[in-house]
Antibody, heavy 119, light 111 residues
Framework: EVQLVQSGAEVRQPGAAVKISCKVS????????IHWVQQAPGRGLEWLGV????????IYADEFQGRLVITADTSSDTVYMELSSLRSDDMAVYYC????????????WGRGTTVTVSS | QSVLTQPPSASGTPGQTVTLSCFGG????????VYWYQQLPGTAPRLLIY???QRPSGVPDRFSGSNSGASASLAISGLRSEDEGDYYC????????????FGGGTKLTVL
């Protein structure tokens, strides 16, 4: 069974950066893309970006360009999401989600990582 | 403000059929595949529908997706109490540099 295992909760001060990991556990053959999605408290889902884990090519939402970097480490089947210059409205749960078909579906989700931004 | 518009709330009684709507434009729903996600309270989202109408394995056939022009719909038949939660549509949007966009979500209440 394929699972996405995310790193634990983080607390950062405003202006700092946070790096979250998402490890693909199990058969990775059918994982085509890994997305990152943000969900602020009581709010809806917001797409941050997507990476092809085989070549590391990433696409980012315009709103996060310049602050967001998504990388893939094929040796450890782990994808990372680093968000810098954190603001209070970045406080949210961050999910990684995998496409198991060659489209933009998110068929497999991690449990989420809570990021708290507080001085 | 999302480029995809979903009614913020919907409701139904057990056994009913409810239809959730998602309105977009020619740069998204009108030209690309739509996905639907269910998020039950306190859990991660779950893919219900992909490529407009396809159900992943394990998703009951009570859930069905359809498209018409620049709008999409998710129908839930035989409504059950465990269907109560938030439902999001999502699609690739061709405007600007290209991106996935989510609708604002519809909170479904089973009365």
């Amino acid at each position: 069974e394929v699972q996405l295992v995310q790193s634990g909760a983080e607390v950062r001060q405003p202006g700092a950066a946070v790096k979250i990991s998402c490890k693909v556990s199990g058969d990775t053959v059918n994982i085509h893309f890994i997305h990152w999605v943000q969900q602020a408290p009581g709010r809806g889902l917001e797409w941050l970006g997507v990476v092809d884990p085989t070549d590391g090519e990433a696409i980012y939402a315009d709103e996060f360009q310049g602050r967001l970097v998504i990388t893939a480490d094929t040796s450890s089947d782990t994808v990372y999401m680093e968000l810098s210059s954190l603001r209070s409205d970045d406080m949210a749960v961050y999910y990684c989600a995998a496409a198991q078909t060659r489209d933009y579906s998110m068929g497999l989700w991690g449990r989420g990582t809570t990021v708290t931004v507080s001085s | 403000q999302s480029v995809l518009t979903q009614p913020p709330s919907a409701s139904g009684t057990p056994g009913q059929t409810v239809t959730l709507s998602c309105f977009g434009g020619t740069s998204n729903i009108g030209n690309n595949f739509v996905y639907w996600y269910q998020q039950l309270p306190g859990t991660a989202p779950r893919l219900l529908i992909y490529l407009n109408t396809q159900r992943p394995s394990g998703v009951p056939d009570r859930f069905s997706g359809s498209n018409s022009g620049a709008s999409a719909s998710l129908a839930i038949s035989g409504l059950r109490s465990e269907d109560e939660g938030d439902y999001y549509c999502a699609v690739w949007d061709d405007s600007r540099t290209g991106r996935v966009v989510f609708g604002g979500g519809t909170k479904l209440t089973v009365l």
